[in-house]
Each structure stands twice: as structure tokens, then as C-alpha cells.
């Protein structure tokens, strides 16, 4: 991106949370860069030679005083640089430091929850009650010495805790989630008046200096990148052909799990309007036979992404010598897929799905560091178009992860009508700036129905939308009755295998966007 040794940086010590990236983006909002780093991928010396202007402890799922969960070298908390600790980083701040963790026992807390704060740089600015989002089962017991409390619930006597002549903060909550009131306030509080950065880092020079870096890295060499037609590999598409121009050549596997229509879509809006060596492979039968008899989610996303390695070595070899594959994995990816001691929530085709040999000589992912908003910014500096800059999410397997249960083609051809006329019923009520994605899942559960007189028995289809900012944590959207009835009269009316549709209410946490 930019020099990390001219411009203030936050080092955010990942362990093994789920909310870790969410945190560097918060940091980023506020033009700061942030650098995650795995607790066990970094030492102590390494940071203090890092340049890093502070340092937060991440959340994670493990019980501090057990000896199996992660821990860090106490001489951290003694290099002068600010740190701040959230959730389970509070208490291993509080335990490096000789204070008690305890089970909660019954004083567990998960959920929205008034804070009630006390005078503490951490909270300038803010009101004494507030609501804030917690989620543990431990709590600090008793604090170390040299600390004092600045933060309380009903439940939790330590819900926040500073030393500030040696600029070491702890909080129980989540202030990096939109559900914590004034979380980003907290945030910038310690980013400037504890760590006194100047927010300088700008996504404006991203693609000025990735070009820059990607024309020297891969000068000579021929890249072949998977575009699927979304967000990422659009961008990562465009970022390519700014630096090495002829010498990326884009394959588009048609693997038969795309919406309905956007096959022809993706091919016309890159050969046409950027003028983008493209090559697209129908190859649905192939990965048709890869996925019969399979219904396990995690086995579906390892073929599928195997399966895509094997397309683009069989292109490969058909163009000749090709150097580099790329892809357009986002920092989401990543975490989604499981980030060293991480909890795996799923794996994307793009990371957790790659096959463990390769033919290639190298792998380039120029949006690895990025979260979404980031990757439409700088697809916007690239000049895509605002529609499909701003197009919804899709995963990268596609329908397959949005059908439960085994995949054929009959499901597919179910779930492409229906998911069109879902997003076609929104789209004409002018409702789609109200949920961030909309679409349609079928269930492999099949009831009774009654169509025409007479009693069927057909398929069950979940209509989703999720409103949210981060696509870490995420509402159900409150569509109107009338838009969801219509949607679910012309589905069960145009397509006769569809008996049933419902509409999935769950958030995230405790669900995910897609069902599987």
C-alpha cells in the first residue's frame, strides 16, 4: 500500500476471535492503518522494532486461565506503547498483569447491555449510560495492581479498567460492533488522544500504489485470474489490467452455480466495456459430477475450490506458460476462513479451498489487505461502473452454498427462478437500497402442498435479507408483508417443484449471511 515506515500504524494482536478484521477496518475508518498479526506470528522484539503507535489485544473464545488458551509475552505491556484490550484481550491484560479471571457463572452477559461509564480518556466525550455490546462468560474478578475501574454493568463490576500512567486500557464489551452506542468514539479516543496518531492514511493512493508494486512484481510475467463477475475479482480484475495489461489473461468459469442470467453478463461487461482477455468456460457438468452425493457444506466449498484450480491448470496449459494465478480474496475471506488459531466459521473457495499443490508459480491476491467498502472505493478510482461496483455480494461457490443438501441440476434451475423473482419483486417495490443482500435459498426439506385441487408434494424456499455495514454482524431486514407475500405467491405459482416459502428472521451472530 504505502511505506509502513512513514505513516502511524495500530498493530492488532489477533486471538482467535471472530471480530478481529472488524477491528482493523474500525481503525482504518478513522484513516489509520492497521496491521493484524497472529499472537503466535509475532514476538515481542518484532514489535518493538514494528513502528507501531499502539497495540489491541483482540477478543477470542477461550477462558484465559486455562492453560491451553492463547497467551502473549508480558514484557509487551512494558515497551511504552499504548495497548488496549477488548473482551478476552481485557482479561489476558488483567491476568498477564496478576489480576483474577473467574467464570461468570451466572452473571454471563451476551447482547445489547447498559454501560454505565466513569471519567477516563477511553470515554471522553461520552455519556455516563449508554448501551454496549457484551459477550462473555468470564469477568475480571480483580483487577491488577495500579489499575482502576472506569466502566460498569449490572452484571459485570469490571466492565472497563485503565492504568493510565503506564496508557494501558481494558474493556469487557465490544466497542468495535455497530450495536456498542459510542464504540467508535471509543476507538478514536484511544487511536489520537492515547496514541496520538494523525490520520493520514488515505485509500486514495491504494491503486496509484498498487499498480506501482504489481508493474515491478510481475513484470514478464503472464497472470491468469478467476473472475467471477462480483466485486472482488472485478476489481482485482481491473487493478491487473492497469499493471500488466496483455499479459492477464481472465477466466471465467461458468460452473453452472451462477444467477440466473449473469453468465452472459459477466462475459459482455468485460470483453466490451474494458477490453479484458477473457475466456469463459462452461464447465457446469464438471462440477456437477465433482458435487453428486455430496451434502456436507465445508466438503462442497473444498470441490468446489479444487475444482476451479483444475479449470484454470487446464487453461493453463492451453495458453502456454502462465507465471501467476490470482485472485480477488478480501480480508473477510480470510477471518471467514479461519485466521491462525481462529475458530473456522467456513471456508471460501479463494483461501480455505485451495488444494495443497499447485502448478503455478506463484499466487498475487492485490485485495487480500481490504475489507468491502474498501475494495468499491477503489474499484471506483478504477472507473468501474457505480452498479457494479455497488452490485450485491455473491459467494464464490455460488448457489451451491445457498442450496442445503445435495446439488443437482433440477435444484439449480429451482433456486436461479426463484431467486430472481425475489430480487425482482424488491427491486420493482424500490426497496433494494433497504437490505445490503437479498436472495433466495432452498431448503432440502420438502413438505405437502395443494396446487390445482390437488395434493403435492414439493420444496421448501427461504427468502433472506440482512441489513449491515460490515457483513460481520448483521440484522434481518423488515421487509413489508405485502412485498414478501407477493414474492411467495409468484413463487409458489411459477414454479410447481415450490410448495412452501418462509423468510429467515435470524441475525448475525448467532447465524451467517448465507445458510451454508
Known amino acids: ?111 445489547k447491555t447498559l454501560l454505565a461509564v466513569d471519567d477516563c480518556v477511553l470515554f471522553r466525550g461520552i455519556p455516563h449510560e449508554s448501551i454496549c455490546w457484551m459477550s462473555h462468560t468470564d469477568y475480571i474478578s480483580r483487577m491488577p495492581a495500579g489499575f482502576r475501574m472506569t466502566a460498569y454493568t449490572e452484571k459485570c463490576p469490571c466492565a472497563a479498567m485503565c492504568d493510565e500512567t503506564r496508557n494501558l486500557y481494558a474493556v469487557q464489551f465490544h466497542p468495535e460492533v455497530t450495536h456498542t452506542e459510542y464504540g467508535r468514539k471509543m476507538l478514536r479516543n484511544f487511536l489520537f488522544y492515547v496514541c496520538g496518531c494523525n490520520g493520514e492514511w488515505k485509500m486514495d493512493s491504494f491503486v496509484e500504489t498498487s499498480v506501482t508494486r504489481l508493474r515491478r512484481e510481475l513484470a514478464g510475467k503472464k497472470v491468469l485470474l478467476a473472475l467471477s463477475g462480483g466485486v472482488d475479482s472485478s476489481v482485482a480484475a481491473v487493478l491487473l489490467h492497469r499493471a500488466v495489461e496483455e499479459n492477464l489473461t481472465c477466466v471465467f468459469v461458468d460452473h453452472g452455480l451462477l444467477r440466473k442470467g449473469e453468465g452472459d453478463d459477466v462475459e459482455q461487461t468485460f470483453k466490451d466495456q474494458f477490453g479484458i482477455h477473457l475466456i469463459r468456460v462452461n464447465a457446469q457438468e464438471r462440477f456437477l459430477r465433482r458435487l453428486q452425493g455430496v451434502t456436507e457444506p465445508e466438503k462442497k466449498r473444498k470441490l468446489i475450490g479444487e475444482e476451479f484450480i483444475r479449470v484454470f491448470e487446464d487453461e493453463a496449459r492451453n495458453l502456454g506458460k502462465i507465471d501467476v494465478l490470482a485472485q480477488g480474496t478480501i480480508y473477510p475471506d480470510v477471518i471467514e476462513s479461519g485466521n491462525g488459531d481462529s475458530a473456522v466459521i467456513k471456508s471460501h473457495h479463494n483461501v480455505g479451498g485451495l488444494p495443497d499443490v499447485m502448478s503455478f508459480d506463484e499466487l498475487t491476491e492485490p485485495l487480500r489487505d481490504l475489507f468491502k467498502d474498501e475494495v468499491r472505493k477503489a474499484g471506483e478510482k478504477l472507473g468501474i461502473p457505480h452498479e457494479l461496483v455497488w452490485r450485491q455480494p455473491f459467494p464464490g461457490p455460488g448457489l451451491a452454498v445457498r442450496i442445503t443438501g445435495e446439488i443437482t441440476l433440477e435444484k439449480l434451475e429451482i433456486l436461479r427462478e426463484a431467486d430472481a423473482i425475489f430480487r425482482q419483486t424488491i427491486e420493482e417495490a424500490g426497496l433494494q437500497e433497504c437490505a445490503n443482500q437479498y436472495f433466495a435459498v432452498l431448503t432440502d426439506l420438502r413438505s405437502v402442498g395443494v396446487k390445482g385441487d390437488a395434493r403435492t408434494y414439493g420444496w421448501t424456499v427461504v427468502l433472506r435479507a440482512v441489513t449491515t455495514d460490515d457483513f460481520m454482524t448483521a440484522e434481518w431486514t423488515r421487509l413489508p408483508y405485502e412485498v414478501l407475500e407477493l414474492a411467495s405467491r409468484r413463487i409458489t405459482n411459477e414454479i410447481k417443484e415450490v410448495v412452501r416459502v418462509v423468510y429467515d428472521i435470524t441475525s448475525k451472530p448467532p447465524a451467517t449471511v448465507e445458510w451454508e
Open 1 to 111: 500500500m504505502e511505506d509502513m515506515e512513514k505513516m502511524d500504524k495500530i498493530l492488532v494482536l489477533d486471538f482467535g476471535g471472530q471480530y478481529n478484521q472488524l477491528i482493523a477496518r474500525r481503525v482504518r475508518e478513522q484513516h489509520v492503518y492497521a496491521e493484524i498479526r497472529a499472537y503466535n506470528k509475532i514476538t515481542v522484539e518484532e514489535i518493538a522494532e514494528g513502528g507501531y503507535k499502539g497495540i489491541i489485544f483482540t477478543g477470542g473464545p477461550n477462558s484465559v486461565y486455562e492453560e491451553v488458551s492463547p497467551h502473549f509475552d508480558r514484557e509487551v505491556l512494558k515497551l511504552g506503547i499504548p495497548v488496549l484490550g477488548i473482551c478476552y484481550g481485557a482479561q489476558l491484560m488483567a491476568w498477564m498483569e496478576n489480576g483474577s479471571v473467574k467464570s461468570a457463572a451466572n452473571s454471563s452477559e451476551y447482547g
